[in-house]
């Protein structure tokens, strides 16, 4: 199974951090895996190009091989991750992750933590 997790600071995302395999079909094949790395590519591209983050400042991670899987991005700095366009980017993530589990929900879940 496939945990996202968003963590917020005073109700704003700050970071995320999805970790596991989904095992909805063999490697290569796999729809939900598929969708959710599409999404936070598209998140970390957001906020790379659009927003104009650094990848310092977004403390990005992506690791993925047959034993593990983990992708995070976790934004210290309340100057950034306070921004009405980088709420927007992370709000787009969290709508369309729980799209993904109204059809998926054997396969994804998505936790959240307020720190």
């Not at 290569?28 to 999404?39: F, I, K, M, N």
């Not at 659009?50 to 310092?56: F, N, P």
């Not at 899987?69 to 991750?81: A, G």
């Not at 993530?93 to 959240?112: R, T």
Request: charged residues 25%; hydrophobic residues 40%.
């Amino acid at each position: 199974m496939i945990e996202v997790k968003l963590i917020k600071e005073k109700n704003n995302f700050k970071s995320v951090l999805i970790t596991g395999h989904a095992g909805y079909a063999d490697s290569g094949y796999d729809l939900v895996c598929a969708s959710v790395s599409s999404l936070a590519m598209g998140l970390s591209n957001y906020l790379l190009e659009v927003e104009k983050i650094s990848i310092d400042d977004l403390n990005f991670h992506a690791i993925e091989n047959e034993e593990a899987s983990l992708f995070s991005i976790n934004i210290d700095d309340p100057s950034i991750y306070n921004r009405p366009g980088v709420q927007s980017g992370f709000k787009f993530f969290e709508i369309s992750i729980f799209s993904l589990i109204q059809d998926y929900k054997d396969y994804l879940k998505l936790v959240y933590r307020e720190v």
